[in-house]
């Protein structure tokens, strides 16, 4: 690690690592800290990423780390623990204790998935307990799935998941009293619906099987579909200043995140965030886009503040000359040459 880089990019995900890929084929100095836990680390693969679908989601971490330090950015394990502004920018601690300099910080720390508290749902979250019907909706196509409502969207979430298999119930569990709308919504559709609490999801030999209801009924199923709160991994950005915004979707809250201008830069001068830390719904392939974006728009913004120190620069150089000349015209004068 050098002293001081141009950026210092925390996080290296898709968003991070496509920032990077953007800020060092600008040639600029660029340094990613990553902890090395991307969201999607459970799954076995990457979907609805043209160009490398069904890729795993660590393989998709390297190639885009060869990527970053093959055109000369720098990559290190770590975890950043602190970020304060100095007078020409920003000092970044990691957590073995040593510290860095950067001009401008690009954080994409991602977000964390806050889980229902149901027996087995954190264990086997990524594997056959899902909440994302574009990630996983193609794998779990025809399978007997479980949707375990928690909130005001989930006939919207059930009947995404209808898209994909006939066999769909929707275990009512938190979710608000159905309206005699819905109801015939998903009567039309084939949809079931399961009254009460749920206590855990069922596993048998490593596989899930069912959903165990408060009652001690089990349901059989074979996916079960969750609601996470989506929380913007942000304590850096807040320490910096910035806040969380409330993620609303029909009324109904799902997360935060830290709110930006769109190529990302935030309310703190200096201060980029790209991919889930503002945006709970980006995918891995916006994330990437959301990253390479604002890694342009910082490199945009270096290249003001290089030409603006450069003019500062050849202007004092300019008077200084200018200065020496009159000197020497004056000498001269006072001379009779
Ligand atoms: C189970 C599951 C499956 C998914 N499957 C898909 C899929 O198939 N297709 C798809 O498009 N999307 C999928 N997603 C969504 C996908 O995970 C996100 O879109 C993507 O990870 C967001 O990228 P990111 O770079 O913003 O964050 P992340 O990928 O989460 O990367 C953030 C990185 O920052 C690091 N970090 C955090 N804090 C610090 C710190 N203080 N210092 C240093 N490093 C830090 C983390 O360890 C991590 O490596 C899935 C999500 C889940 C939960």
């Given amino acids: ?44 693969h990457v979907h609805n990423y043209l160009g490398r679908e069904s890729t795993p989601p660590a393989e998709l971490v390297a190639i885009g780390r060869d990527e970053v330090t093959g055109y000369g950015g720098e990559v290190v394990a770590g975890t950043v623990t602190a970020a304060a502004r100095t007078e020409d920018g920003f ?8 510290s860095v300099r950067a001009r401008r910080l690009l954080v994409t720390t ?34 007997a799935i479980g949707v375990i409502g928690s909130n005001p969207l989930a006939v919207h979430a059930v009947l995404l998941w209808r898209q994909l298999s006939a066999d769909v119930t929707l275990f009512r569990h938190q979710a608000p009293e159905l309206t005699d709308e819905q109801r ?15 206590a855990a999801v069922e596993v048998t030999d490593d596989r899930l099987t069912g959903v165990r209801m408060a009652s001690g009924e089990v349901v059989p199923r074979e996916v079960v579909v969750v609601a996470p709160r989506f929380t913007a991994r942000a304590g850096l950005l807040t320490a910096l200043g910035l806040e969380v915004t409330e993620q609303v979707v029909q009324g109904h809250v799902i997360g935060t ?18 991919g889930n830390v503002a945006n709970v719904t980006a995918q891995v392939i916006v994330s990437a886009s959301g990253g390479m974006t604002a890694g342009a728009a910082i490199n945009a913004d270096l290249v003001a503040e290089d030409t603006r120190q450069a003019v500062a620069a050849h202007r004092a150089g300019v008077f200084a000359r200018e200065g020496e000349v009159g000197e020497l015209v004056g000498g001269a004068r006072r001379h009779g040459i």
């Fill in 257 to 274: 995140y830290v709110a930006a201008d769109p190529t990302g830069a935030t309310a703190v001068p200096g201060v980029w965030v790209a």
């Fill in 91 to 98: 000092e970044v601690t990691l957590d073995d204790g040593r």
């Fill in 1 to 44: 690690m050098n002293e001081k880089y141009d950026v210092v990019v925390v996080g290296g995900g898709a968003a991070g690592l496509a920032g990077a890929l953007a800020l060092a084929r600008a040639r600029r100095s660029v340094l990613v800290v990553d902890a090395g836990h991307p969201r999607n680390a459970p799954a076995g």
């Fill in 110 to 143: 991602g977000l964390v998935d806050e889980l229902p508290d149901i027996d087995g749902v954190a264990e086997r979250f990524g594997r056959d307990v899902l909440h994302c019907p574009y990630c996983h909706g193609w794998e779990a196509r025809d399978q």
């Fill in 184 to 198: 015939e919504e998903l009567a039309a559709r084939g949809i079931r619906v399961v009254e009460g609490e749920v």
